[in-house]
Structure formats: C-alpha cells, structure tokens
C-alpha cells in the first residue's frame, strides 16, 4: 500500500515537472522570438519580461517535488558522511521533517497570496494577463512536493525500522568488498 502511495505521489511529481518542461521550452522560444525581433526587426516585445517572470515561477514550483524525488537538489554531505549509515538514515528522516514544516508555512502563505491575488482581481501591467492561474502554480506546487516528501519520509523510517536498510547496506559493503 505504502508503494503504491509513493508511485502516486511519483506520478504527480513527473506530471509537473512535463508541465515545467512546457513552461521552459515556452520560455525558450519566446526569448528567442524577442531576441529576433529586437535586433533583426526594431520592434521590442513589450509582453516578454512580465511573462518570461510568470514562466520562470511556474518552471521553479512545477519543478519542486520532481527535484527532492530524484535527488537532484543540492545537497552538502561533506560532514553527514562521516556518520554511521543508521545515523545518516535518521538525520535524513529529521531533516525531512524540517522541511515539511517549512513546506507547510509556506504553503499557507502561499495560499493567502492567491487570495489576495484573487480579492485584488490582478492583471499584469503590460501583457493583461490574468495573474490567478499563474499564482496559483505556487501552492500547488508545493502542496505536491509536501506529499512527495511526507510519502519518502514514512518510506524511509518504515525501511529504517523494519531493518530494510540494514539489509541493503549489507549488500552493498559484500559487493564492494568483492571488487
């Protein structure tokens, strides 16, 4: 059941990474149209910074949970590998935990800017753009990436509990010493 939950949570995150990648291609292409068009045409695009922005959000947030799946973030292990494997286990099981708490803050809040958004009626300055779908790529994107890090957090303490770990890490050390 707890793998099927995690494939879930997995699915979603590569659902908006695609979407991401869409907005960065998207991103691409209107750079470079803007870019033509500014030195072969004299004629600036008046709507590119404003979405360039709105894009470059939706690439960031989209982005989140499909990063922390597939451990691409950046991550400073110099001193944590020093540790015993066990100790490295539950300092990732804490740190998880500390950023669900971030993520959760943040969620809030990022629920209460696309209120505001939606109470003010905001459109973008030059291009009109209706800024409520565009905002609202914030919290749904880190309400995916909360449910991805919860489902790797109860995965990792149930294989830390269950021994599961121990177990490959035993492996691991047999094939590395075989070599």
Known sequence: MLRQVIRISEYASHILAIVGGVFLLTLMGLVTYATMSRYLLNRAVHLMEELGALLLVGIA?????YVFVHRFH???TLIVNRFPHRVRDWLEVST????ILYLVVFFVYGIRFVARTAELGSYSV???????????????GILVCIFVVVMITI????DIVSGAETEQEEKDVTEAKMF
């Open 155 to 158: 995965s990792k303490i149930h």
């Open 96 to 99: 998880s935990i500390i950023a």
């Open 74 to 76: 950046i991550r400073v």
């Open 126 to 140: 030059t291009a009109h753009l209706n800024l409520i779908p565009w905002m609202s790529l914030i919290p749904l």
């Open 61 to 65: 947030f989209c982005a989140f949970a």
